[in-house]
């Protein structure tokens, strides 16, 4: 019995599918951070709905 617990493999995915999203969100918050230097986020925001309606883009 303890031979095929550690036989088994499906939980692995999901191990592997969490890691694979903690890696990219990681990825997101530091490249969001990095796009929002010296600006709150919700100015950065307003401005990138600036540039997608038309408006000037800085």
């Not at 969100?25 to 100015?43: D, Q």
């Amino acid at each position: 019995m303890f031979a095929q617990f550690l036989a088994e493999e499906d939980g692995a995915q999901v191990v592997e599918y969490a890691l694979i999203i903690a890696v990219v969100s990681i990825a997101l918050v530091i490249a969001l951070n990095a796009l929002t230097t010296g600006t709150s986020f919700s100015s950065f925001i307003t401005r990138v709905s600036t540039c997608l309606t038309g408006g000037t883009c800085a």
